[in-house]
C-alpha cells in the first residue's frame, strides 16, 4: 500500500524536495504481532505510539509494520482510521511479513538464543526479540538509515529530533540506544562484578553504564550491511567469548547482545540521551532493588519518548 503523492525518483533519492528545503523521509519500523482481538492492549498501546508519532510529525514518513496474516487487517484498519481522523498521508505504509523477516534471522537468533534468551528453543517467539540484528537483511536496499521501535511508547516530540541524531554517527557508528533504565545488568553481572568491584558496567546510567535498551533504536542500514566488523561480532565464536568474559546470561534478547557490543566496541553504538527512550517499568524495584532502583531509574532532562515496558501505562498529561 502507497500513500501520498510522491514519485518514486523521490523514493531513491530519500529525499522529498519541497519550494526551500529537501525533507528527509524518516523510515519507522516496528513490530506488531499476536492482535487477538480488538480490544487487544497492542493495539491500544499501537493506536498511542501512532497518533503521537502523528500529533508531532511534519515529516514525510515510511512506517514499517511486521505483522503476521491473521493481525494484518486489524492493524491495517486502525492504521486507516488514525490517519483518517488526523488527516494524515503517509509517503509509504509497508505490511512486511513477520515469519518470513524470522527466517532471515535465523542463523542470528539460533546463535543469540543460547546467550540472550530465558527459555531457548521457541525458535519463532525468539526470533521476534533478534529481528533487529537482521533487519538490514529484511528492509529494502532504498532505506539506508531506519529508527526501529517498540510499540508501547509515546512520543512528546517531533520523531525528526531523534533522526538529527544520525548527523552525530561517525563513519564506523551502526546503532543508536538509550539506556536501560533499571538495575537488571547490575543484577546479572553479580558473577563479574565481584571480580571488578570499581568498574562503571552495571553502574546507573547518570554515572556508570548500566547497559542499553532496545526499546527505540536508531540504525545505519547501510552502515551495518557494509560492515565487516559486525558481522564477525554475530557470530557463534564471538558471542562464546564476550559471554564468557562477563560470566554473562541474559533473557532480553537484542538487547543484551547491545550492552555487550557497547562495552567490547563503543565505536559501533551511539548513546542516546535516556530523554529518548524514558523506560517507566519498575518490576525491578519490587524485586530485591527497593533502595537502588531510583539511582537507575535517574532520567533528567524533558521526556521525549515514554515507554511503558512491562505493560506501565504512560502518563497522560
Ligand atoms: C577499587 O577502588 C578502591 C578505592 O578507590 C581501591 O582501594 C581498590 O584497590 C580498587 N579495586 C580494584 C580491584 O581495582
Ligand atoms: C575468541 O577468543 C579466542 C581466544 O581468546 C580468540 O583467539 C578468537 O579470535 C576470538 N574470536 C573472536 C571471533 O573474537
Avoid at 218 to 242: A, G, H, Q, W
Avoid at 268 to 297: P, V
Wanted: charged content about 20%.
Amino acid at each position: 500500500m502507497k500513500e501520498g503523492n510522491f514519485s518514486l525518483e523521490d523514493n531513491e533519492l530519500n529525499v522529498i524536495h519541497n519550494s526551500t528545503r529537501p525533507l528527509p523521509i524518516i523510515y519507522v519500523w516496528c513490530i506488531v504481532v499476536k492482535v487477538e482481538d480488538n480490544n487487544n492492549i497492542l493495539l491500544r498501546n499501537f493506536r498511542i505510539f501512532l497518533k503521537s508519532l502523528l500529533f508531532h510529525s511534519k515529516h514525510p514518513l515510511s512506517l514499517n509494520i511486521l505483522t503476521e496474516d491473521k493481525s494484518k487487517a486489524r492493524v491495517d484498519f486502525l492504521v486507516s482510521v488514525v490517519t483518517t481522523k488526523m488527516g494524515y498521508k503517509f509517503y509509504e505504509i509497508i505490511f512486511h511479513n513477520i515469519e518470513d523477516a524470522s527466517d532471515k534471522v535465523r542463523p542470528i537468533t539460533e546463535t543469540m538464543q543460547l546467550y540472550f534468551s530465558s527459555v531457548p528453543g521457541s525458535y519463532y517467539s525468539d526470533s521476534l526479540f533478534y529481528i533487529s540484528l537482521g533487519l538490514h537483511n529484511i528492509a529494502p536496499s532504498y532505506h539506508h538509515k531506519v529508527i526501529l521501535v517498540d510499540i508501547d511508547i509515546k512520543f512528546e516530540t517531533d520523531i525528526i529530533k531523534l533522526y538529527e541524531h544520525f548527523t552525530e554517527f561517525h563513519v564506523d557508528t551502526l546503532f543508536g540506544l538509550a539506556p536501560e533504565l533499571s538495575p537488571v545488568y547490575h543484577h546479572m553481572l553479580w558473577k563479574w562484578k565481584q571480580i571488578h568491584p570499581n568498574s562503571s558496567f552495571g553502574e546507573p546510567s547518570y554515572k556508570g553504564f548500566s547497559g542499553l535498551n532496545s526499546g527505540v533504536m536508531l540504525m545505519n542500514l547501510d552502515n551495518i550491511r557494509k560492515s565487516e566488523e559486525f558481522n564477525n561480532c554475530i557470530t557463534r565464536e564471538y558471542i562464546d567469548n564476550v559471554t564468557a568474559k562477563y560470566a554473562f546470561k541474559g533473557h532480553l534478547g537484542d538487547q543484551d547482545f547491545y550492552t555487550l557490543l557497547a562495552v567490547e566496541k563503543p565505536h559501533l553504538i551511539k548513546i542516546l540521551s535516556c530523554t529518548w527512550n524514558r523506560q517507566l517499568c519498575q518490576w525491578w524495584k519490587h524485586h530485591g532493588y527497593m533502595d537502588e532502583f531510583n539511582e537507575f531509574a535517574r532520567c533528567d532532562g524533558t521526556v521525549n519518548i515514554y515507554h511503558g515496558n512491562c505493560n506501565t501505562p504512560i502518563p497522560v498529561k
